[in-house]
Nanobody
Framework: VRLVESGGGLVQAGGSLRLSCVAS????????MGWYRQAPGMERELVAA????????NYADDVKGRFTISRDNVKNTMYLQMNSLKPEDTAVYYC???????????????WGQGTQVTVSS
């Protein structure tokens, strides 16, 4: 499975961005999906996650009410709608998926290459 993110960029505080993560390859094996972010000098942290059918989501406390995660399993695409952006949202955003079935050899998860989001004050 290969993941490619897009949609990052520079936006003013209060603005919006929509990130996309397109999966290719053995997409039938994709189960949970999520977005993580990593700011300079900080650890990577979970932003939002969504179950395989899209019926359940969870969010980091500081993005609740501002960000919305969704997925389109027909298009093999996951989205992150980010509204009311703040300078502290500035980070590289990564797409993440869990896979099943999987083996220790094939790996049970994948990461995208990341997309930069910069929010100016």
């Amino acid at each position: 499975v290969r993941l490619v993110e897009s949609g990052g960029g520079l936006v003013q505080a209060g603005g919006s961005l929509r990130l996309s993560c397109v999966a290719s390859g053995s997409t039938f094996s994709i189960k949970g999906m999520g977005w993580y972010r990593q700011a300079p000098g900080m650890e990577r942290e979970l932003v939002a996650a969504i179950t395989s059918g899209g019926g359940s989501t969870n969010y980091a406390d500081d993005v609740k009410g501002r960000f919305t995660i969704s997925r389109d399993n027909v298009k093999n695409t996951m989205y992150l709608q980010m509204n009311s952006l703040k300078p502290e949202d500035t980070a590289v955003y990564y797409c993440y998926v869990t896979l099943a079935p999987c083996t220790p050899y094939s790996g049970c998860s994948r990461w995208g290459q990341g997309t930069q989001v910069t929010v100016s004050s």
